[in-house]
């Protein structure tokens, strides 16, 4: 049940960083029910998150966007990642085993 709901915040902060970078404009405010449906339609732009990503351009897109290849940098980025996610994940107590039974 914690993975789901950690799942479940992931997916939503996605969603939240996709509507401030490609949908909010900064001239108008949505007020909550605009930003409630600008998650829905920034759903669309989840995929541009990961191809903004250095690790993804560093490692996948350098061909297109006429870069060098650098997986040194890709693979570093990744790891610094996975070993936050982990930290986080350890701190919130998912996957810990409970001495309740």
Known sequence: AALVGAAALVAWNLLLIAN????????????????????????????????????????????VLHRTFDPLLGVSLLLVEAAA???????????SRSLHA
């Open 20 to 63: 401030f970078v490609y949908l909010i404009r900064v001239d108008v405010d949505p007020g909550y029910l605009g930003l409630l449906s600008g998650q829905v339609k920034a759903a669309a732009y989840v995929p541009r998150l990961f191809a903004s990503g250095d690790a993804v351009r560093s490692l996948v897109l350098w061909p």
């Open 85 to 95: 996610s982990a930290l986080a994940l350890r701190l919130a107590g998912v996957g």
